[in-house]
Protein backbone atom coordinates (compact mmCIF):
# COMPACT_ATOMS: atom_id res chain seq x y z
CA UNK A 1 0.00 0.00 0.00
CA UNK A 2 1.41 3.38 -1.02
CA UNK A 3 0.45 6.57 0.86
CA UNK A 4 1.67 9.67 -0.72
CA UNK A 5 1.30 11.70 2.35
CA UNK A 6 1.44 11.47 6.32
CA UNK A 7 -2.07 11.39 7.75
CA UNK A 8 -3.72 13.11 10.73
CA UNK A 9 -4.80 10.31 13.43
CA UNK A 10 -3.81 6.50 13.77
CA UNK A 11 -5.69 5.01 10.83
CA UNK A 12 -2.18 4.61 8.80
CA UNK A 13 -0.54 3.36 11.75
CA UNK A 14 -3.01 0.70 12.09
CA UNK A 15 -2.71 0.00 8.57
CA UNK A 16 0.60 -0.95 9.42
CA UNK A 17 -0.03 -3.32 11.81
CA UNK A 18 -1.33 -5.27 8.85
CA UNK A 19 0.39 -4.82 6.06
CA UNK A 20 3.40 -3.18 4.35
CA UNK A 21 2.72 0.24 4.13
CA UNK A 22 4.85 3.07 2.11
CA UNK A 23 4.33 6.37 3.05
CA UNK A 24 5.39 9.24 1.03
CA UNK A 25 7.38 11.45 4.06
CA UNK A 26 7.96 15.01 2.25
CA UNK A 27 5.78 17.75 3.00
CA UNK A 28 5.13 18.68 -0.99
CA UNK A 29 3.17 15.89 -3.09
CA UNK A 30 5.57 13.12 -4.86
CA UNK A 31 6.09 14.41 -8.54
CA UNK A 32 4.47 12.40 -11.33
CA UNK A 33 7.17 10.00 -11.80
CA UNK A 34 7.07 9.31 -8.26
CA UNK A 35 3.49 8.70 -7.60
CA UNK A 36 3.83 6.10 -10.40
CA UNK A 37 6.91 4.40 -9.38
CA UNK A 38 5.98 3.95 -5.87
CA UNK A 39 1.84 3.09 -6.95
CA UNK A 40 3.32 0.87 -9.12
CA UNK A 41 4.32 -1.18 -6.09
CA UNK A 42 1.55 -1.34 -4.47
CA UNK A 43 -1.93 -2.90 -4.68
CA UNK A 44 -3.47 -0.07 -3.17
CA UNK A 45 -3.19 3.45 -3.20
CA UNK A 46 -4.20 6.31 -0.57
CA UNK A 47 -4.04 9.47 -2.31
CA UNK A 48 -5.03 13.31 -1.39
CA UNK A 49 -6.27 15.73 -3.91
CA UNK A 50 -3.37 17.45 -4.52
CA UNK A 51 -2.04 14.11 -6.60
CA UNK A 52 -3.37 13.77 -10.06
CA UNK A 53 -4.25 10.33 -10.56
CA UNK A 54 -5.12 10.04 -14.59
CA UNK A 55 -5.28 7.44 -16.84
CA UNK A 56 -1.50 7.16 -17.80
CA UNK A 57 -0.36 7.17 -13.95
CA UNK A 58 -3.49 3.89 -13.83
CA UNK A 59 -1.79 2.43 -17.17
CA UNK A 60 1.84 2.69 -15.17
CA UNK A 61 0.27 0.47 -12.19
CA UNK A 62 -0.78 -2.60 -12.91
CA UNK A 63 -1.27 -4.54 -9.85
CA UNK A 64 -3.21 -1.38 -8.71
CA UNK A 65 -6.22 -2.81 -7.09
CA UNK A 66 -8.05 0.41 -5.39
CA UNK A 67 -7.28 4.12 -4.65
CA UNK A 68 -8.75 5.68 -2.13
CA UNK A 69 -8.63 9.66 -1.56
CA UNK A 70 -8.55 11.50 1.56
CA UNK A 71 -10.82 14.05 0.14
CA UNK A 72 -14.58 14.00 -0.63
CA UNK A 73 -14.33 15.71 -4.57
CA UNK A 74 -12.56 13.34 -6.48
CA UNK A 75 -11.96 15.96 -9.29
CA UNK A 76 -8.07 15.12 -9.23
CA UNK A 77 -8.57 11.51 -10.09
CA UNK A 78 -10.12 10.14 -13.34
CA UNK A 79 -12.92 7.67 -12.06
CA UNK A 80 -13.66 6.96 -16.02
CA UNK A 81 -10.34 5.97 -16.29
CA UNK A 82 -10.57 4.09 -12.83
CA UNK A 83 -13.50 2.24 -13.69
CA UNK A 84 -12.09 1.30 -17.58
CA UNK A 85 -9.76 -0.62 -14.94
CA UNK A 86 -12.11 -1.82 -12.42
CA UNK A 87 -10.39 0.59 -9.53
CA UNK A 88 -12.42 1.53 -7.03
CA UNK A 89 -12.13 5.19 -6.15
CA UNK A 90 -12.80 5.64 -2.22
CA UNK A 91 -13.57 8.85 -1.33
CA UNK A 92 -14.55 11.02 2.44
CA UNK A 93 -17.93 11.94 2.27
CA UNK A 94 -20.20 12.38 5.31
CA UNK A 95 -17.16 13.19 8.07
CA UNK A 96 -16.36 16.86 6.81
CA UNK A 97 -19.85 18.16 6.40
CA UNK A 98 -20.47 19.95 9.16
CA UNK A 99 -16.82 21.55 9.63
CA UNK A 100 -16.72 22.50 5.74
CA UNK A 101 -20.04 24.30 6.58
CA UNK A 102 -18.49 26.10 9.27
CA UNK A 103 -16.00 27.88 7.61
CA UNK A 104 -18.40 28.60 4.75
CA UNK A 105 -20.02 30.11 7.65
CA UNK A 106 -16.81 31.44 9.07
CA UNK A 107 -15.94 33.23 5.46
CA UNK A 108 -19.61 34.74 5.04
CA UNK A 109 -19.54 36.21 8.35
CA UNK A 110 -15.97 37.59 7.73
CA UNK A 111 -16.38 38.90 4.39
CA UNK A 112 -19.89 40.34 5.47
CA UNK A 113 -18.59 42.46 8.89
CA UNK A 114 -15.25 43.03 7.45
CA UNK A 115 -13.45 40.80 10.37
CA UNK A 116 -10.01 40.73 8.53
CA UNK A 117 -10.06 44.47 7.28
CA UNK A 118 -10.81 45.25 11.14
CA UNK A 119 -8.32 43.12 12.65
CA UNK A 120 -5.92 44.65 9.86
CA UNK A 121 -6.75 48.01 10.87
CA UNK A 122 -6.21 47.56 14.92
CA UNK A 123 -2.79 45.76 14.08
CA UNK A 124 -1.73 48.70 11.37
CA UNK A 125 -1.36 50.88 14.10
CA UNK A 126 -4.42 52.85 11.93
CA UNK A 127 -6.71 52.49 15.04
CA UNK A 128 -4.60 55.39 16.34
CA UNK A 129 -5.77 57.62 19.23
CA UNK A 130 -6.79 60.33 16.37
CA UNK A 131 -9.34 57.90 14.80
CA UNK A 132 -11.11 56.46 17.87
CA UNK A 133 -14.44 55.35 17.39
CA UNK A 134 -16.11 56.81 13.95
CA UNK A 135 -19.82 56.09 12.93
CA UNK A 136 -19.05 55.00 9.50
CA UNK A 137 -16.09 53.11 9.67
CA UNK A 138 -15.32 49.89 8.50
CA UNK A 139 -19.72 49.25 7.61
CA UNK A 140 -20.40 46.04 6.56
CA UNK A 141 -23.44 44.30 5.58
CA UNK A 142 -26.21 42.98 7.80
CA UNK A 143 -26.29 38.49 7.80
CA UNK A 144 -29.39 38.93 9.74
CA UNK A 145 -32.81 39.29 7.07
CA UNK A 146 -30.52 38.76 4.26
CA UNK A 147 -31.20 35.98 1.67
CA UNK A 148 -28.64 33.46 1.71
CA UNK A 149 -28.30 31.44 -2.32
CA UNK A 150 -27.02 27.96 -1.71
CA UNK A 151 -25.52 26.65 -5.03
CA UNK A 152 -25.61 23.34 -4.87
CA UNK A 153 -28.04 21.33 -2.54
CA UNK A 154 -25.48 18.19 -1.33
CA UNK A 155 -24.57 17.76 2.36
CA UNK A 156 -22.78 20.74 2.87
CA UNK A 157 -24.68 23.10 1.01
CA UNK A 158 -27.81 21.98 3.56
CA UNK A 159 -25.33 21.96 6.06
CA UNK A 160 -25.09 25.86 5.82
CA UNK A 161 -28.79 26.42 4.97
CA UNK A 162 -29.00 25.24 8.80
CA UNK A 163 -26.59 27.68 10.40
CA UNK A 164 -28.25 30.60 7.58
CA UNK A 165 -31.56 29.83 9.57
CA UNK A 166 -30.21 30.32 13.21
CA UNK A 167 -29.23 33.85 11.66
CA UNK A 168 -32.68 34.40 10.64
CA UNK A 169 -32.00 34.44 6.72
CA UNK A 170 -34.30 33.95 4.33
CA UNK A 171 -32.58 30.65 2.08
CA UNK A 172 -32.87 29.83 -1.12
CA UNK A 173 -31.00 27.00 -2.98
CA UNK A 174 -30.46 25.64 -6.49
CA UNK A 175 -29.18 22.22 -7.68
CA UNK A 176 -28.68 20.38 -10.93
CA UNK A 177 -31.01 17.69 -9.64
CA UNK A 178 -33.57 19.71 -7.87
CA UNK A 179 -34.33 18.57 -4.63
CA UNK A 180 -36.83 19.49 -1.81
CA UNK A 181 -34.56 20.78 1.58
CA UNK A 182 -36.90 21.99 4.21
CA UNK A 183 -36.28 25.92 5.41
CA UNK A 184 -35.08 26.02 1.85
CA UNK A 185 -37.04 27.59 -1.13
CA UNK A 186 -36.03 25.86 -4.76
CA UNK A 187 -35.34 28.36 -6.93
CA UNK A 188 -33.68 28.56 -10.46
CA UNK A 189 -29.68 29.15 -10.30
CA UNK A 190 -30.83 32.68 -12.70
CA UNK A 191 -33.29 33.64 -9.98
CA UNK A 192 -30.85 32.69 -7.21
CA UNK A 193 -28.26 35.14 -8.17
CA UNK A 194 -30.17 38.12 -8.72
CA UNK A 195 -32.25 37.31 -4.80
CA UNK A 196 -29.25 36.62 -3.11
CA UNK A 197 -27.20 38.70 -0.53
CA UNK A 198 -25.18 35.94 -0.19
CA UNK A 199 -24.50 32.94 -2.41
CA UNK A 200 -22.29 30.46 -1.29
CA UNK A 201 -20.78 27.59 -3.51
CA UNK A 202 -21.40 24.04 -2.89
CA UNK A 203 -21.29 22.19 -6.24
CA UNK A 204 -18.70 19.22 -7.26
CA UNK A 205 -16.30 20.28 -9.50
CA UNK A 206 -17.16 18.07 -12.81
CA UNK A 207 -17.22 19.00 -16.47
CA UNK A 208 -20.67 20.27 -16.20
CA UNK A 209 -19.96 22.56 -12.90
CA UNK A 210 -16.75 23.82 -14.30
CA UNK A 211 -17.08 27.69 -14.80
CA UNK A 212 -20.66 27.13 -13.51
CA UNK A 213 -20.32 31.15 -11.65
CA UNK A 214 -18.51 32.72 -15.10
CA UNK A 215 -18.62 36.41 -16.12
CA UNK A 216 -21.96 36.25 -17.12
CA UNK A 217 -23.12 34.18 -13.84
CA UNK A 218 -21.40 37.04 -11.52
CA UNK A 219 -22.74 39.63 -13.52
CA UNK A 220 -26.08 38.76 -13.18
CA UNK A 221 -25.15 38.64 -8.91
CA UNK A 222 -27.23 41.16 -6.71
CA UNK A 223 -25.51 44.32 -6.62
CA UNK A 224 -23.14 44.82 -3.10
CA UNK A 225 -23.67 41.03 -2.95
CA UNK A 226 -21.07 38.32 -1.11
CA UNK A 227 -20.10 35.40 -2.65
CA UNK A 228 -18.64 32.16 -0.87
CA UNK A 229 -16.73 29.19 -2.06
CA UNK A 230 -15.69 25.92 -0.19
CA UNK A 231 -16.05 23.69 -3.02
CA UNK A 232 -13.75 23.88 -5.67
CA UNK A 233 -11.45 27.12 -7.71
CA UNK A 234 -12.72 25.79 -11.23
CA UNK A 235 -16.47 27.03 -10.75
CA UNK A 236 -15.88 30.61 -10.54
CA UNK A 237 -14.19 32.56 -12.83
CA UNK A 238 -11.98 34.28 -10.36
CA UNK A 239 -10.77 36.83 -12.98
CA UNK A 240 -14.57 38.24 -13.38
CA UNK A 241 -15.05 37.91 -9.52
CA UNK A 242 -12.07 40.31 -8.85
CA UNK A 243 -12.97 42.78 -11.24
CA UNK A 244 -16.86 43.05 -9.61
CA UNK A 245 -14.89 43.28 -6.77
CA UNK A 246 -12.86 45.48 -7.35
CA UNK A 247 -15.28 47.79 -9.18
CA UNK A 248 -17.41 47.84 -5.93
CA UNK A 249 -20.33 45.96 -7.86
CA UNK A 250 -19.96 43.05 -5.33
CA UNK A 251 -19.62 44.10 -1.46
CA UNK A 252 -16.88 40.94 -0.80
CA UNK A 253 -15.84 37.11 -1.43
CA UNK A 254 -14.59 34.45 1.18
CA UNK A 255 -13.00 31.78 -0.88
CA UNK A 256 -11.13 29.07 0.98
CA UNK A 257 -10.37 27.71 -3.02
CA UNK A 258 -8.94 28.37 -6.11
CA UNK A 259 -8.28 27.40 -9.84
CA UNK A 260 -4.71 26.78 -9.13
CA UNK A 261 -3.32 26.11 -5.67
CA UNK A 262 -1.57 27.49 -4.04
CA UNK A 263 -3.05 30.94 -5.11
CA UNK A 264 -0.52 32.48 -7.64
CA UNK A 265 1.34 35.50 -6.56
CA UNK A 266 -0.08 37.62 -9.28
CA UNK A 267 -3.28 37.04 -8.44
CA UNK A 268 -5.73 40.05 -8.30
CA UNK A 269 -7.61 38.67 -5.55
CA UNK A 270 -4.40 38.99 -3.39
CA UNK A 271 -5.14 43.15 -3.80
CA UNK A 272 -8.23 43.51 -2.97
CA UNK A 273 -8.88 44.08 0.87
CA UNK A 274 -12.78 42.67 0.80
CA UNK A 275 -11.97 39.58 -0.02
CA UNK A 276 -11.05 37.28 2.75
CA UNK A 277 -8.73 34.04 1.76
CA UNK A 278 -7.86 30.81 3.12
CA UNK A 279 -6.08 27.85 2.35
CA UNK A 280 -8.12 25.10 1.33
CA UNK A 281 -8.98 24.72 5.02
CA UNK A 282 -12.55 23.45 4.66
CA UNK A 283 -12.19 19.85 6.15
CA UNK A 284 -9.23 21.53 8.44
CA UNK A 285 -10.53 20.37 12.25
CA UNK A 286 -8.34 18.07 14.53
CA UNK A 287 -10.93 15.84 14.89
CA UNK A 288 -12.22 15.74 11.16
CA UNK A 289 -9.34 15.24 9.55
CA UNK A 290 -8.58 11.82 11.70
CA UNK A 291 -12.09 10.57 10.60
CA UNK A 292 -11.24 11.42 6.63
CA UNK A 293 -7.83 9.13 7.34
CA UNK A 294 -9.57 6.54 9.28
CA UNK A 295 -12.18 6.26 6.09
CA UNK A 296 -9.97 6.55 3.47
CA UNK A 297 -8.49 3.70 5.11
CA UNK A 298 -11.13 1.73 5.42
CA UNK A 299 -12.27 2.33 2.30
CA UNK A 300 -8.88 0.91 1.21
CA UNK A 301 -8.72 -2.02 3.42
CA UNK A 302 -11.98 -2.99 2.00
CA UNK A 303 -11.18 -3.29 -1.57
CA UNK A 304 -8.25 -4.92 -0.71
CA UNK A 305 -10.46 -7.54 0.99
CA UNK A 306 -12.40 -8.29 -2.22
CA UNK A 307 -15.39 -6.20 -0.31
CA UNK A 308 -17.69 -3.25 -1.52
CA UNK A 309 -15.82 -0.08 0.02
CA UNK A 310 -18.03 1.95 1.98
CA UNK A 311 -17.41 5.41 -0.14
CA UNK A 312 -16.83 4.99 -3.43
CA UNK A 313 -16.97 7.41 -6.09
CA UNK A 314 -17.41 5.56 -9.13
CA UNK A 315 -20.10 2.73 -8.06
CA UNK A 316 -20.16 1.02 -11.62
CA UNK A 317 -17.09 -0.46 -10.70
CA UNK A 318 -19.41 -3.29 -8.83
CA UNK A 319 -21.68 -2.93 -12.18
CA UNK A 320 -21.09 -6.33 -13.49
C1 LIG B 1 -12.39 17.65 0.01
O1 LIG B 1 -12.44 16.73 0.84
O2 LIG B 1 -12.70 17.48 -1.16
C2 LIG B 1 -11.96 19.00 0.51
O3 LIG B 1 -11.76 19.89 -0.49
C3 LIG B 1 -10.76 18.90 1.40
O4 LIG B 1 -11.18 18.33 2.56
Not at 299 to 318: D, E
Request: net charge neutral; aromatic share 4%; charged share 20%.
Amino acid sequence: MFATRRLPGPALDELAAECDVDVWSDRMPPGADALADRSAAADGLVCLLTDRIDGALLARCPRLRAVSSVSVGVDHVDLAAATARRIPVGHTPGVLTETTADLAFALLLAAARRVVEGDRFVRGGEWAPERVWEPDMLLGRDVHGATLGVVGLGAIGQAVARRAAGFGMRVVGWSKTPRAVPGVASVALGALLAEADFVSVHVALTPETRGLLDADAIARMKPGAVLVNTARGGIVDETALAAALASGRLAGAGLDVFAREPLDSASPLLALPNVVLTPHIGSASEATRAKMATLAIRNLQAALAGHRMPHCANPAVYER
